[in-house]
């Protein structure tokens, strides 16, 4: 292992322009759950499947139900940015690495510091009236009961991307140009099972290939470095010059 931070390193320190495409596995060290693993989120037993909760027919025709949900396994505002979050945002700082871009929704990037963070699947953040546009923020949804709604009566939707529904399209455009421009890309706590986002991988031309989860991916056999280890863990142990 060793061996591999020293590597890691050495990438690091070669290159200025880097990327990283992150997933779950990025937060659960933070204390956020995943969906996939054995204490994921699919493995645990409700009246309906996270998937069928988690999509666009059913916060239409049920958003009782998804916001029961939704508050109880989707809201965490006591999670804070581990290793890993800083880390990026400090090689952001020093000009090495050029995007975050996130499948998460937890805004755990924006509050270790990164300024330029893709978030394919938008973010808890973030709620707009599905009638008239107005914003609210995070804790007008936790504290709300039943289904949230606006002072003209519509109905609150979290700014997230649910199952059935397209990823922004200026969002996807930024991650395709970031990604084919970057000379390293770092994928990072993600199982790349995901699509349309675990395909912007294929847009990656540069140099190096890194990838850094516990599990397999599909991308494994064409890294030209492959950690199976916590992302934090790993991230803990890289020093920026000037440190």
Do not use: W
Request: aromatic content about 10%.
């Amino acid at each position: 292992m060793e061996d591999k931070i020293i590597k890691l390193q050495e990438i690091i320190d070669k290159h200025d322009n880097i990327v990283f495409f992150g997933g779950a596995g990025v937060s659960t060290e933070s204390g956020i759950p995943d969906f996939r693993s054995q204490d994921g989120l699919y493995h645990q037993k409700y009246d309906y499947p996270p998937e069928t909760i988690l999509s666009h027919t059913f916060f239409m025709r049920r958003p009782d139900e998804f916001y029961k949900f939704y508050r109880d396994k989707m809201l965490c505002d006591t999670a804070k940015p581990n290793a890993a979050h800083l880390k990026l945002a400090e090689l952001e700082k020093c000009g090495k690495l050029k995007a975050v871009i996130t499948q998460n929704i937890d805004n755990l990037h924006q509050m270790a510091g990164s300024k330029k963070v893709l978030e394919l699947h938008g973010s808890v953040y973030r709620n707009y009236c599905m009638k008239c546009g107005k914003f609210y923020d995070f804790s007008y949804i936790k504290n709300s009961t039943g289904v949230p709604r606006c002072e003209c009566g519509g109905i609150v939707k979290p700014d997230v991307v649910l199952y059935e529904e397209g990823l922004d399209n200026q969002t996807l455009t930024d991650s395709v140009r970031a990604i084919s421009q970057a000379q390293v890309l770092i994928i990072g706590g993600t199982s790349l099972a995901v699509y349309p986002a675990a395909s912007l991988i294929d847009y990656f031309r540069g140099d190096c290939l890194i990838v850094i989860n516990k599990a397999p991916t599909p991308r494994d056999r064409n890294a030209d470095l492959l950690i199976k280890d916590p992302i934090g863990q790993i991230f803990s142990q890289i020093r920026i010059k000037g440190e």
